[in-house]
């Protein structure tokens, strides 16, 4: 008799879920993936379709320094990968900006008047900076000035993350401001720079992307792991983690019926958001731990889709919304992305982006009323005429991006030492850790995992993020650095294990 092949369940089928069971069953392992969603996987790396239109939820580079990474995308996907052109610009005030910011760019279309109130803020900044610089604000109005803060960088950033600049770490503008300082900006106003890239990072002005979007990979990779014998089963939430204080046994799902059904299985694999896996556990865990699951925030993600008569309505395949006066945030064409993902020649697809809070009155708008309140911004920024939109439909993703609040590191490590307890038991992915993880990274997180229950001895939580890369091309790699309170000033430093 054939000795039983160990049997894995994993919960959650975006990035790092579906490479886990690919790297599983590769190597003869029983894996059953769970996934919440009824017809999508990826996660929110899935490509949404309607109506033969594709669009994304966020849009997604495919750009890693992490060769394993590319090599695994490249064998999954050999032959489908376009090389696209990047750019993104800020809209400010009907007009259109370099991002990052090339100074010569913002003086020149901010004109003279407001160019000089912007310099006399920068020198009131030099001759009384703040101390101690510890916000975002601080660090941005300290090499800016608060005029071109204001301007720049307040509006967008507190759109996405829904706090306040004041409440945000320093670290997040060290990370994400290549490097400009409104001396230069003005040095290269006058002068012009002497080369491309001469005082700015120079940007990777092409990356990768499957022809038919990032969702064309998972796709792809369920389909393969389906036919190697794996098991995929959509549309099943899981409810509740049994377990005997050690050891995980099964957990259960309800399907959109109502019906119930157990899993039981050797080994665990969770993606699924860090705080409702630790309020499925029966028995439950301790209050200070339940408490800890509840303090943990997300932030919440819209994209309104409009399709729109006329084809190169601008060059970007993004655009960043620093207008206070609407509320979308970012604007992709995704038309700039791929061709291919638009099935109608003299259309464009345009995906506007709120964030928002699960349940807050923009998230409960119907669609109907999102759509037309789309319709009434892209008229509103000049970018489209409201009458040229003939169609459209929206997505709403729930906990699209962990929010790093004050508290939120405790509270990870308080869940962290209480799940240890549970041996049977891996978080992965971007929710199943409530990281800041890229796509690469997260299935980074994946790989150890699955390598762990074949004898490695690798800490998914030591995969770290690394934003710099997405925006820039430099040759010393540094850490990714996210939005944090004041609070909070700790940040790992650990890079992908290879």
């Known amino acids: 008799m054939s000795e039983r092949r160990r049997k894995v369940v994993i919960v959650g089928a975006g990035p790092a879920g579906l490479t886990a069971a690919a790297e599983l069953l590769a190597t003869g392992y029983e894996v059953v993936v769970l996934e919440q969603d009824e017809h999508y996987v990826g996660g929110i790396s899935r490509t949404v379709q309607y109506k ?202 309800r399907d959109s019926k109502g019906e119930l059904e157990d899993w039981s299985g050797d080994d665990f694999i969770f993606s699924m958001p860090l705080r409702d896996c630790v309020l499925n556990l029966r028995p439950r865990f301790p209050e200070a731990v339940e408490s800890a699951a509840r303090s943990l925030k997300y932030r919440d993600f819209i994209c309104v889709a409009l399709m729109v008569t006329g084809e190169n309505l601008f060059p970007d395949n993004w655009i960043y919304i620093h207008d206070p006066g609407v509320r979308v945030g970012r604007v992709q064409n995704f038309n700039n992305w791929s061709s291919e993902m638009v099935p109608r020649a003299g259309v464009t697809c345009l995906g506007l982006e709120y964030f928002c809070a699960s349940g807050d009155p923009l998230w409960n708008l119907a669609d109907s009323e999102l759509i037309a309140l789309g319709k009434t911004e892209v008229g509103k920024l000049g970018l489209v005429s409201p009458e040229d939109v003939v169609d459209g439909c929206v997505v709403r993703m729930e906990k699209a991006y962990p929010v790093y609040d004050a508290h939120y590191r405790s509270h990870v490590a308080t869940i962290r030492d209480a799940l240890s307890q549970l041996s049977n038991l891996q978080a992965v992915g971007r929710n199943g850790m409530h990281k800041y993880n890229n796509q690469d990274h997260s299935m980074m997180t994946g790989l150890l995992a699955a390598r762990n229950l074949m004898g490695a001895q690798r800490d998914p939580w030591c995969v770290n993020t690394d934003a710099a890369y997405l925006e820039a091309s430099e040759e010393k790699e540094t850490g990714r650095l996210v939005p944090r309170s004041l609070v909070d000033k700790c940040s790992s430093k650990s890079k992908i294990p290879s």
Not at 97 to 114: K, Q, V
Not at 220 to 240: C, H
Request: aromatic share 14%; proline share 5%; hydrophobic share 35%.
């Open 52 to 253: 033969g239109f594709r669009f994304d939820i966020g849009g997604h580079r495919f750009f890693s320094q992490n060769p394993e990474i590319t090599a695994w995308w490249r064998n999954r996907l050999p032959s489908e990968f376009l090389s696209v052109r990047r750019q993104s610009r800020i809209f400010y005030r009907e007009k259109l900006y370099d991002y990052p910011l090339r100074p010569a760019n913002a003086l020149g279309n901010l004109g003279w008047i407001t160019s000089a109130a912007c310099v006399f803020s920068y020198l009131c900044s030099q001759l009384a900076p703040i101390k101690p610089e510890k916000s975002f604000e601080d660090w941005v109005c300290n090499r800016f000035g608060r005029r071109l803060y204001q301007i720049f960088f307040k509006t967008y950033t507190e759109k996405v993350w829904g706090m306040p600049c004041a409440e945000i770490s320093s670290d997040w503008a060290s990370q994400r401001i290549k490097g400009l300082s409104l001396k230069t900006a003005i040095f290269e106003a006058i002068r012009g720079p002497r080369q491309a890239g001469a005082t700015t990072k120079t940007l990777i002005d092409r990356f990768e992307y499957p022809r038919l979007g990032p969702g064309m990979m998972w796709e792809k990779t369920r389909d393969d792991f389906v036919q190697g014998g794996g098991v995929v089963r959509m549309g099943k939430q899981v409810v509740e983690i049994c377990h005997n204080g050690k050891r995980i046994a099964s957990v259960r799902t």
